[in-house]
């Protein structure tokens, strides 16, 4: 046990596909356990060391498909089998939040947690620590449930946003409500408000407070789970999951609980925040050259070429005259030369590969 607060604990969400980043990211190697950023750690290893600055490491918990379990031991090796809590299927998020705060409060009452993607870049861990702690010390005594909002640098359509209370001039403000996806005059419009934060998916709140808000918002799940307490933690955890999850409705945290809540509050954060959902995404957050050639992995003799993102493994050789803006990915046997501004149609593409090729491409 290490000095930081044995109450805290992080639930770590690590089972998604992540197929806009196909080539790289597939169904049985998706990109959160991919260096996706070329720093020599995969997005999964730099989300637990940035939450372990805070909370002890045996109380982190991956969450994530029983199919990625062997990829979870083989990259955080220091886990144990307790920490990892497998989904025998695709629920969307809050069955398995509800699961796992199940679970974390049958061993520790007075647990704070937060839900933090596995696959989010953030450049200022120290902040997100600081910003944590604050939203942690608010959650033990007061019956919240809260989030971490970002500063919106541009009308983006591809997040959802938080909308909070105009009037409040704490830290912590109250959320009006959660806005949709919307679209580019809606953004200039949520913007110019200047009081909507863009919707980052990470949570925090006590085990109790997020309990109490299943009971009361989705009895079904919330009955359906708790039915399983006595076994939680125990030897006969796995088979009443095995036998149970898939009874669950498919449905997310956000709309399950935060849309339906009256006891929701943001922090809009300080650090700098990237979802890397898309390889435009990524391309952002990478070093450039002078033509904003943006270059992982590759050795490369470029020609008239400006605004490309290209990855390929280490030290492959590859030249490119003639491109403008795109996206150039090279993963055994697939090679992906795609548009950037059609970067949201590769999950198309993928589709059509499947189809036309077999599943084992995707």
């Not at 020599?40 to 372990?52: E, M, P, S, W, Y």
């Not at 009895?219 to 999850?245: A, C, H, M, W």
């Not at 490119?320 to 149609?345: A, S, W």
Request: contains cysteine; hydrophobic residues 40%; proline residues 4%.
């Amino acid at each position: 046990m290490d000095s930081k607060n044995s109450n805290y604990y992080a639930i770590l969400m690590a089972g998604g596909v992540g197929s806009r980043f196909w080539p790289v990211s597939t169904q049985d190697f998706p990109k959160q356990f991919h260096d996706m950023l070329g720093t020599g750690d995969t997005l999964i290893q730099k989300t637990f060391n940035r939450l372990a600055q805070l909370i002890p490491e045996e109380n982190i918990f991956i969450l994530t498909n029983e199919r990625y379990n062997d990829l979870v031991f083989e990259q955080l090796p220091n886990v144990t089998k307790r920490q990892v809590v497998l989904e025998p299927a695709m629920r969307n998020t809050a069955p398995c939040i509800l699961y796992a705060a199940l679970k974390i409060q049958k061993e520790n009452e007075d647990a704070v947690m937060i839900v933090a993607p596995s696959d989010h870049w953030i450049e200022d861990e120290e902040a997100f620590s600081n910003n944590v702690k604050t939203a942690f010390e608010y959650c033990q005594s007061n019956d919240a449930l809260m989030t971490l909002g970002i500063t919106p640098t541009f009308p983006n359509t591809g997040y959802g946003y938080i909308e909070y209370d105009k009037s409040a001039t704490t830290e912590i403000k109250q959320v009006s409500q959660f806005r949709e996806k919307p679209d580019y005059e809606t953004a200039k419009s949520f913007i110019d408000q200047g009081n909507f934060l863009w919707n980052a998916g990470i949570f925090m709140w006590s085990a109790k407070s997020v309990i109490s808000a299943f009971k009361n918002n989705q009895p079904k799940l919330y009955q359906l789970f708790e039915s399983g307490f006595s076994v939680y933690n125990t030897e006969f955890e796995d088979d009443f999951i095995r036998d149970n999850y898939e009874k669950a409705e498919n449905i997310s945290v956000d709309y399950a609980l935060m849309e339906k809540s009256d006891n929701v509050y943001v922090i809009p954060a300080t650090f700098d925040w990237n979802d890397l959902g898309t390889w435009g995404s990524l391309y952002d957050k990478l070093d450039k050259d002078d033509n904003a050639n943006a270059v992982v992995n590759a050795k490369t003799l470029l020609e008239d070429a400006h605004g490309n993102m290209i990855r390929s493994k280490a030290d492959k050789i590859i030249v490119v005259d003639g491109l403008k803006d795109y996206i150039i990915v090279d993963k055994d046997e697939v090679l992906l030369i795609f548009p950037k501004e059609k970067e949201q149609d590769i999950k198309k593409v993928l589709q059509n590969v499947k189809a036309n090729f077999g599943e084992e491409y995707g």
